[in-house]
Structure formats: structure tokens, C-alpha cells
């Protein structure tokens, strides 16, 4: 697996691994003890860079990853998250420093280490200025409690006060052929600051693999039954962009879902895509897409079926749509 850099200086693999879905959010998970088997397979496939968070669960999915790569604890970079009161049955926005020092201390007990490689604030919480939440992470830094400061899903505002007090390694934020929305002002900025990239769905959830359509039934806890982008018309409609990404897919002898990340791995050096499975044979694949080179011609014609099909449906419901920074 070749390998990217983020910031000035983490080194991980070119394909991360999203490992949310090894606990939740689509559908049924599997025995805990197959996925600690799973996340050791990834490492002996490829993989360094591996995505989780406090909220995923909340806290078991964190458990889950803590015990599979404890003992290859120096061959992996691992990222996680804070920002959310987990305390009662409402959750709520909370980055306030002593919450991060509370939430971070929580984090390295459920990932038996003693650092995490890559911490990210989960949302912007509009009630902590940005400045104290990155001075928060830089006493962390300095403490070697944590290696890297990354944010997800914050507006060019809030990157580049953050970046004037702790300078962040990466920013986190949803983006595809399905959704392009970072390039707007995003991936300029990150660009400008040294800023690596670390897009997560970045194949639709799942669409952009080909396997979903009009007629797919969605699982009991599988979130995509809920997303409004995920209706039947919104399915329907949306197949016009899949069928176009089949058709280069179909051109290099690759899947529909390798031509999309390679694609994303296609759009700056210092892009890494974290998509999720649980499937040894799923993860193959998609590592495959750092081995698919798209021509100029597949990148037009990728990027132009993009903008030509108008996606259907909203990211989220309203209330998780506020909590995005813009």
C-alpha cells in the first residue's frame, strides 16, 4: 500500500479505514470477536489509518479497535474524536476544555494506548470558541497525550483560527463523486496551509459501490433508511450517476466503487479517502483502487457526469444538518 502524508508529517496509508460501520449504523454488527480478527486482517493488508470516535457506540467501537491494534499498536496511526456530552440521553454539542481533557483521558483508556496519533474535534461547537478548543489540543501535544490535531466538518472560518493556534494536521469532511460541496472554498484552504484531506463516505455510503439501487431494503439500524438521499426517488434518481462511473469502471477493468476513490486519490496528493466495510473481501477492493490509474479523459468525463447528474436528496435530517460548520 503506498502511503500519503497528512500535515507536515503523518505518514499513513493512502486508503484509511472508517470503522464506525464495525459497530453501528448499518445494520446487524457482527460478533465482536470476528471484527478484532477483521481489523488485524487490514493491518496485514495494508492498512495504517484507522478512523474511530467516542460517539461511535457510544465508546464500544473504540473498545473494539483498542483491542485488535493494542498489539500492533506501532505499525498503525489511529484517529478518534470528541466533541458530544454522552452523559444523558440527549446528545449535545460539548468541546469545552475540560470536557476534551475528560473525553481524551476516556479515549486512550478504550484504546489501550498511551497517545492518539490524530485527535479531531467531531463538530464545531458554537458554544467554545474555536481558539480554546485548539489550546485544549495543544496542552494535550505537549503533554504527549496526542500527536496531531485535526477537525471535521468546520467552515474556512474556523480552520484557519484553529490552524493560528495549534496548526492542524487534518481536516475530516464528507466528499465524493456524490458530494462535492469541499470544493467550494474547502480544499483550496487546507491546500494553502498545508492541511491534509481525509474525505470519509467516500463512496455515497455505499452507493457509489454499484450494489445499491431502487429495490435495495435496508436493514433494521441501518441508517441509509433514514437519510433522506437514501428514499426510493432519491435512489431512482441517482442511479443516472452510478451508471456513468460504471461505464469508465467498465473501460479500466476495475469496480464502480475503485473508480470512485481513485478518483478522490486522484484530486491532490494529500487526499485520504477512509472508506468503511467489515468485509476482508470489501477492503481488498477498495485498497485495489491505489493500483487504478484514471486517464485525463476518465477524470472529465468522472468529474462532468458528476456535475451534469443532479444529486437527489440531502445529506442528513435537518438536525444533524445544523450541526455542520459553514
Known amino acids: ?64 479497535v483498542g483491542e485488535a491494534l493494542e498489539p500492533l499498536r506501532d505499525q498503525v496511526v489511529i484517529a478518534t474524536k470528541f466533541g458530544f456530552s454522552l452523559d444523558d440521553s440527549e446528545r449535545r454539542l460539548d468541546s469545552r476544555p475540560a470536557h476534551l481533557r475528560e473525553a481524551l483521558e476516556g479515549s486512550l483508556r478504550r484504546l489501550r494506548t498511551d497517545h492518539i496519533d490524530l485527535l479531531y474535534q467531531h463538530r464545531v461547537d458554537p458554544d467554545v470558541p474555536i481558539e480554546d478548543v485548539a489550546g485544549a489540543v495543544k496542552n494535550l501535544i505537549e503533554e504527549g497525550k496526542v500527536r496531531h490535531f485535526g477537525l471535521s466538518e468546520a467552515g474556512v472560518e474556523t480552520i484557519r483560527r484553529a490552524h493560528a493556534v495549534q496548526p492542524i494536521t487534518a481536516l475530516q469532511s464528507e466528499y465524493s463523486l456524490f458530494w462535492r460541496e469541499p470544493e467550494q472554498e474547502i ?39 433514514n437519510l433522506p438521499r437514501f428514499s426510493i426517488e432519491a435512489r431512482t434518481a441517482n442511479l443516472a450517476l452510478v451508471d456513468r462511473v460504471r461505464s469508465v469502471a467498465a473501460r479500466r477493468g476495475a469496480s464502480v466503487g475503485q473508480v470512485a476513490l481513485a478518483w478522490l486519490l486522484a484530486q491532490g496528493p494529500s487526499i485520504v479517502p477512509i472508506p468503511g466495510t467489515r468485509r476482508l473481501a470489501r477492503l481488498d477492493e477498495n485498497l485495489g483502487a491505489a493500483d487504478v490509474t484514471l486517464t485525463d479523459e476518465d477524470l472529465t468525463e468522472l468529474g462532468e457526469a458528476s456535475t451534469q447528474v443532479k444529486v437527489v436528496g440531502d445529506r442528513y435530517p435537518e438536525a444533524m444538518q445544523q450541526m455542520i460548520d459553514r
Open 187 to 225: 480544499l483550496d484552504t487546507v491546500s494553502e496551509l498545508g492541511i491534509g484531506f481525509v474525505p470519509f463516505s467516500p463512496l455515497g455510503r455505499g452507493f457509489l459501490t454499484g450494489t445499491v439501487d431502487a429495490t435495495t431494503e435496508f436493514s433494521e439500524g441501518d441508517i441509509r433508511a
Open 1 to 64: 500500500m503506498d502511503k500519503r502524508t497528512l500535515g507536515a508529517d503523518l505518514e499513513v496509508s493512502a486508503i484509511g479505514l472508517g470503522c464506525m460501520g464495525i459497530s453501528q449504523s448499518f445494520g446487524p454488527s457482527p460478533d465482536r470477536p470476528a471484527m478484532v480478527e477483521f481489523l488485524r486482517q487490514a493491518v496485514e493488508h495494508g492498512v495504517t489509518f484507522f478512523d474511530t470516535a467516542e460517539v461511535y457506540g457510544p465508546y464500544h467501537n473504540e473498545e473494539i
